[in-house]
């Protein structure tokens, strides 16, 4: 089956500790996203990659970090400099540039800081 | 002025009730218009994708755009509770972005 797997699908975080939330996708899409949604915001953009070894800063940013080093997979790092990081984190994928713009979604990572 | 205005709800009807859900938006460079679904603790997925204004139909979903207006609507004909959920409008411009702006979503409750 293709599709994104998203893990762990539920995490406890002590405040001061990072946490890296896992994407892997095996649509063989170019680009890959990470969102933030909580209550009555709606989905934010954290950062987005549109190809391999390239990623860029969406609106939300400021304390986290991705990579990626291989077409699959698009990890997630929430650092401690995210002030308020409990939130459902949602990876998404898409065909890229010449695609019809759909995203596909993965069942979401809800991070939860003690 | 946000991007894509979309009303939070909640929105609840009873079962076979015609749904009308809808989103404005400010950036007339918007071509590409869809709606996603999100159940309760999933992720989105796509339910209706149209390209500049005009309507597409799906069994009980139509899709409508009026880009003149800004406005897009989906249209849920004799809804079910399993059409419970919550309600995203999404749109890009297509040139050369494909990077979408949703709305906040509207949560629908479904009554039986």
């Known amino acids: 089956d293709g599709g994104i797997t998203q893990s762990p699908k539920y995490l406890f975080r002590k405040e001061g500790q990072n946490v890296t939330l896992s994407c892997e996708q095996n649509l063989n899409h170019d680009a890959m996203y990470w969102y933030r949604q909580d209550p009555g915001q709606g989905l934010r953009l954290i950062y987005y990659?549109?190809?391999?070894?390239?990623?860029q800063k969406g609106d939300i940013a400021e304390g986290y970090s991705v990579s990626r080093e291989k077409k699959e997979s698009f990890p997630l790092t929430v650092t401690s400099a995210q002030k308020n990081p409990t939130a459902f984190y949602l990876c998404?994928?898409?065909?890229?540039?010449?695609?019809?713009?759909?995203?596909?979604f993965g069942e979401g990572s809800r991070l939860t800081v003690l | 002025q946000k991007e894509v205005e979309q009303d939070p709800g909640p929105l609840s009807v009873p079962e076979g009730a015609i749904v009308s859900l809808n989103c404005t938006y400010s950036?007339?460079?918007?071509?590409?218009f869809m709606w996603y679904r999100q159940y309760s603790r999933k992720g989105p997925e796509l339910l209706m994708y149209t390209y500049s204004s005009g309507n597409k139909e799906d069994g009980r979903f139509t899709a409508q755009v009026d880009k003149s207006s800004k406005y897009i609507s989906l249209f849920i004909r004799d809804s079910q509770p399993s059409d419970s959920a919550t309600y995203l409008c999404?749109?890009?411009?297509?040139?050369?972005?494909?990077?979408?702006?949703f709305g906040k979503g509207t949560k629908l409750s479904v009554i039986p």
């Open positions: 999404a749109m890009f411009t297509g040139a050369g972005s494909y990077q979408l702006t």
């Open positions: 950036n007339s460079a918007f071509q590409y």
């Open positions: 990659s549109q190809i391999v070894n390239d990623f």
């Open positions: 998404a994928s898409s065909h890229g540039t010449g695609g019809t713009g759909e995203l596909f």
